[in-house]
């Protein structure tokens, strides 16, 4: 980060909790392209930011804290329910944890005093704390119950809220360290970023017994919802028998992509023996030529098998399947988002993977980690950050309109995803969307193919990045590095 202007820190806290003080405060310094240095103690001349015990000495900036915060993160405990304080931030109720009541400020002529505990908090959210508890006392391995998160709780799951934390740090800078303000760009002059990303459950859907098995549901069910029955029937017989070709489908996918000038990141699943044998397309040859002559100059990931995530062995046989096709993967992103921060990423970082982004919530467009920035997760057994970047999954295709899922019409998810979009327009942030290849069948998802091409043209009118997770990975280390 040696081109952006250094900041002094000075940190004045109990020992174990000072990584954790660090980790927090340099995925901040990134997100406001800023080089943190860290300094230790009660005091030093020239300091800019302090995070600590209280002290008689005045510095620009300081943030609340209190002791029991870092006994708090020596258990294994949820932080209550009831002591979440919910403050407005520019018109916006933003969660608070470990902090004091009343206004998020207190200033003087000299100083601004964070009366909230952003870093506490911060190191909450980024870690899925409140995941981590309930998987160690026993929750199963797969997808996370998102009815059981504090967000779900609170009702603040598309509040992005470390991002916030941040705009109320560059708001405080913005009146006592004006020299650290600056404009926050991603490839060097677009105001957000979009990574765009792409799950290939199967190469071909309608393979095998597939046609025949959803025709006799359409006919069985032709009574509850005839419209829709007949609608079905009759697309498939005349769209799938006669003009409907998968490979064609993703053919016209990367051409569109190519001629809007947007990348994205293709995950493939790798294993030989799925009970669904659709899935088992590494292993056929028809799909293994076309793959290569498809996405041979494409980023391509694994899309790892809900095992891979708990499993090193199973993720390193996959890995390897994909590289005898003649990819090098080095990100991930795990099926059905099934995964345990703690043990997958450490399952990840062994295996050599160098970003993943499976960090979302299945139910729910929004941010699991309470952050749309690309991070790097925290090792809480060995107090360290992850040597993997996290890429975190804000919008998938299916959540919007999944019955299970949100079930929103394709009017209201537009209109979801152009305040997402204008969101990361205003904070200069971030945002995924993650799209599956069957979602651009026209008879099965009407509209829905439409509507991720309506939000790559509504994003670039914005001026913003639209690209694939390898490049924003790419980006990313250039500032944490």
């Known amino acids: 980060m040696e081109r952006y202007p250094n900041i002094n820190i000075l940190l004045n806290l109990p020992e174990k909790y000072l990584p954790k003080a660090e980790f927090v405060l340099r995925t901040y310094c990134y997100i406001l392209r800023l080089n943190p240095t860290f300094l230790y103690g009660k005091h030093y001349e020239g ?7 209280p002290g008689k000495f005045d510095y620009p900036l300081k943030i609340y804290f209190q002791p029991e915060t870092a006994e708090f993160f020596e258990k294994r405990e949820l932080y209550p329910l009831e002591k979440v304080d919910f403050c407005k931030f520019r018109n916006e109720p933003i969660p608070f944890l470990f902090s004091c009541s009343g ?10 005093c964070f009366r909230k505990d952003i870093i506490a908090s911060g190191f909450y959210f980024l870690t899925c704390w409140h995941e981590y508890i309930l998987a160690y006392y026993g929750q199963t391995q797969g997808r996370i119950d998102y009815k059981q998160s504090l967000q779900y709780r609170w009702d603040f799951t598309e509040t992005p809220v470390v991002d916030v934390y941040c705009q109320m740090l560059l708001y405080a800078m913005e009146i006592y ?41 359409n006919l069985r069910t032709f009574i509850k919802r ?11 017989l005349l769209h799938k028998n006669l ?11 990367t051409r569109r992509e190519n001629e809007k000038d ?18 088992n397309y590494i292993n056929d040859v028809k799909a293994r030529v076309q793959i290569m002559d498809l996405l041979g100059q494409q980023d391509v990931g694994l899309h790892g098998s809900p095992q891979s995530a708990f499993d090193p062995l199973v993720l390193a046989e996959e890995l390897a ?19 345990n921060y703690q043990q997958s990423f450490s399952i990840l970082e062994e295996a050599g993977i160098k970003y993943d982004s499976t960090l ?122």
């Open 177 to 217: 360290c004006p020299q650290f303000i600056r404009e926050i760009s991603w490839a060097e002059k677009k105001r957000f970023a979009v990574s765009l990303s792409h799950d290939i459950d199967y190469w071909d859907y309608w393979s095998g017994s597939a046609k025949l098995d959803v025709f006799k549901y």
């Open 321 to 339: 399947n994909l590289r005898d096709l003649g990819f090098n993967p080095t990100g991930f992103r795990t099926h059905y988002l099934h995964f």
């Open 226 to 236: 005839p419209f829709n029955s007949l609608y079905k029937i009759t697309g498939h």
């Open 243 to 253: 003009i409907y070709n998968p490979w064609k489908t993703m053919r016209s996918m």
């Open 103 to 112: 206004a998020i400020f207190s200033f003087t002529e000299e100083t601004c």
């Open 47 to 53: 300091t800019h930011l302090y995070y600590g015990l």
């Open 262 to 279: 947007v990348r994205s990141t293709w995950f493939l699943l790798a294993r030989k023996d799925f009970p669904d044998k659709r899935q």
């Open 360 to 481: 979302g919530y299945w139910e729910h467009i929004g941010f699991r980690a309470g952050i749309s920035f690309p991070f790097y997760p925290f090792n809480i057994a060995e107090n360290r950050p992850f040597r993997v970047l996290e890429i975190p999954l804000i919008v998938m295709d299916t959540t919007l309109f999944s019955p299970k899922a949100m079930n929103l019409s394709y009017v209201s998810a537009k209109r979801a995803l152009k305040r997402l979009i204008d969101t990361a327009e205003q904070y200069q942030s971030h945002l995924s969307l993650l799209w599956h290849n069957t979602t651009f069948d026209p008879i099965d998802y009407p509209m829905w193919g439409k509507l991720y091409w309506h939000i790559i043209d509504y994003a670039l009118k914005k001026q913003g990045w639209v690209t694939s997770l390898k490049e924003i990975y790419e980006e990313w280390v250039t500032l944490s590095y």
